[in-house]
């Protein structure tokens, strides 16, 4: 799989993640261990954290990935105080590595959905909550599509992402018309 080469990103952006994520209650609160979680909005974060924060956002990783990233000068994570080289991950530093994982097709299933589909993962996340609430299907940080008819519109041209909208599986649904 090689990554398209206009910047357009189908992995989960740093805008759309902050966004979304600080939709949920607490999510900048500064939890025990909350550093090592990939779903809060708290850093600078361990490399727990930062690894699950990755998968979370589309990418494929784990500590030897990270740890190859770090030795290879992509990024260079501050270490804490007091420690014995343990690394702590802000927010420029997994964004880093979140294009250079990107940039290496380092992809997710959900990711290299979005990129087929040419849609910005955030907004297929944001798509799925907003039929989750609506149709009453619980919580969940991506977009699983179990039950689910999945429309994707075209962008307006050809430089914009689609659109995605999720919809219960009895939904009958029409073709527009060509204009």
């Not at 930062?50 to 190859?68: F, N, P, Q, W």
């Not at 009453?136 to 075209?154: Q, S």
Request: charged share 25%.
């Amino acid at each position: 799989m090689n990554s398209p080469s206009n910047k357009r990103r189908h992995y989960w952006l740093r805008e759309d993640f902050d966004n979304l994520m600080g939709l949920l209650p607490g999510a900048e609160i500064a939890l025990p261990n909350g550093s090592r979680l990939g779903h809060t909005l708290q850093y600078p974060k361990h490399v727990e954290g930062a690894i699950a924060e990755l998968k979370l956002r589309g990418l494929k990783c784990d500590a030897a990935t990270l740890e190859s990233i770090v030795a290879d000068g992509v990024v260079n994570p501050e270490r804490m105080p007091e420690s014995d080289g343990i690394k702590m991950w802000s927010k420029d530093d997994i964004d880093a590595a979140a294009e250079y994982l990107y940039d290496h097709d380092k992809w997710s299933p959900w990711t290299a959905f979005c990129f087929v589909s040419n849609i910005r993962f955030g907004q297929a996340v944001k798509a799925y909550r907003v039929a989750a609430a609506r149709y009453g299907l619980g919580f969940t940080f991506g977009f699983d599509l179990p039950g689910l008819v999945t429309v994707i519109e075209p962008g307006d041209s050809p430089d914009d992402y689609a659109w995605i909208a999720f919809y219960p599986g009895d939904t009958k649904l029409q073709p527009r018309e060509a204009e």
